[in-house]
């Protein structure tokens, strides 16, 4: 392979893993649109080489968060059960009803969750002595001390989590644009955590649909190799950035990379992409 698209590999995959381990999101949305746009790589094919990405950049990310307390381990695998099922039941819904109106939808709710944390200061609920099952802590490094939380609306979250599989599964966009928002705005989970946690239970997913692609073929073993190295180190970098941030930045920056997907899905829908 040319050593400057190995570099370029390297560099795409470094700068989307850290964006993508800030937000937990995994870097998804911008993988597939450089793979495609600018190395001329097929949709499957892009989406394979972005699957094994995401699984580096969750990787690397999730070490660090786990270890330090910031990835919610309980609520990920609990909240994954129902995304799980919600993202089978999206493919299949997903053949029923236009592409178009699915991106439109997509797009709305994304921009809903832009200006909900624009304008609405974070909700964190205080556990108290009684608070027992859901009540978690951490250590945040910016401020240096130990901050406690409740998590809220269990049931709730759970079924919204099946809707966020089933949209992110008939979009092709990664859930963690959706399930950030919903265990931040919704769960009142620190946005910190909901990253760190979104960041641990992508990986899980992107794995089992990497190992498809790669059973039928689908998968650049070069093009995956090179964005996997960078997205590795990425991810390094992303978590010393998130863990210094303090969580008004990273719910404004947040919101901003949410209403820049909303537009590229718009135009998407559009037929402009």
């Known amino acids: 392979m040319d050593p400057i698209l ?4 390297l560099m795409i995959g470094i700068g989307a893993s850290i964006i993508g381990t800030i937000f937990g999101m995994g870097g998804g949305i911008i993988f597939i649109p450089v793979l495609t746009i600018i190395f001329g790589l097929t949709a499957n094919e892009a989406a ?3 699957l094994v990405g995401i699984v580096a950049t969750s990787t690397g990310a999730a070490a ?22 919600g993202a089978i039941c999206g493919a299949v819904i997903a053949t029923y009803l236009a592409n178009w109106l699915l991106l439109c939808i997509f797009s709305m709710m994304l921009i809903y969750s832009a200006i909900h944390m624009i304008f609405h200061a974070e909700r964190i609920v205080e556990p108290t002595e009684e608070d027992g099952e859901f ?6 490094a910016k401020e240096n001390k130990e901050k406690r939380y409740r998590v809220e609306n269990i049931k709730s979250g759970l079924t919204m989590c099946t809707a966020a599989g089933m949209i992110s599964s008939m979009t092709g966009v990664g859930g963690g644009v959706i399930k950030v928002p919903l265990m931040n705005i919704h769960m009142h989970v620190p946005i910190k955590i909901a990253s760190a946690t979104s960041s641990y239970m992508i990986g899980i997913t992107a794995f089992s649909g990497a190992i498809v692609y790669f059973l039928h073929g689908d998968l650049l073993l ?9 997205a590795y180190i990425g991810s390094i970098i992303g978590t010393r950035i998130a863990r210094c941030l303090n969580a008004n930045s990273i ?8 209403l820049t997907v909303s537009i590229i899905i718009l135009f998407e829908a559009g037929g402009y992409l």
Do not use: H, P
């Not at 910031?70 to 990920?76: A, C, E, I, K």
């Open 251 to 258: 719910r404004k920056y947040f919101s901003i990379v949410l």
């Open 222 to 230: 070069e093009y995956a190799a090179a964005i996997a190295i960078g």
């Open 135 to 140: 009540t978690f802590s951490y250590i945040d």
């Open 64 to 85: 660090i968060y786990v270890k330090s307390g910031l990835s919610n381990v309980r609520l990920g695998l609990m909240l994954e059960i129902t995304t799980s099922v």
């Open 6 to 9: 190995i570099f370029g590999l």
């Open 48 to 50: 394979a080489v972005s």
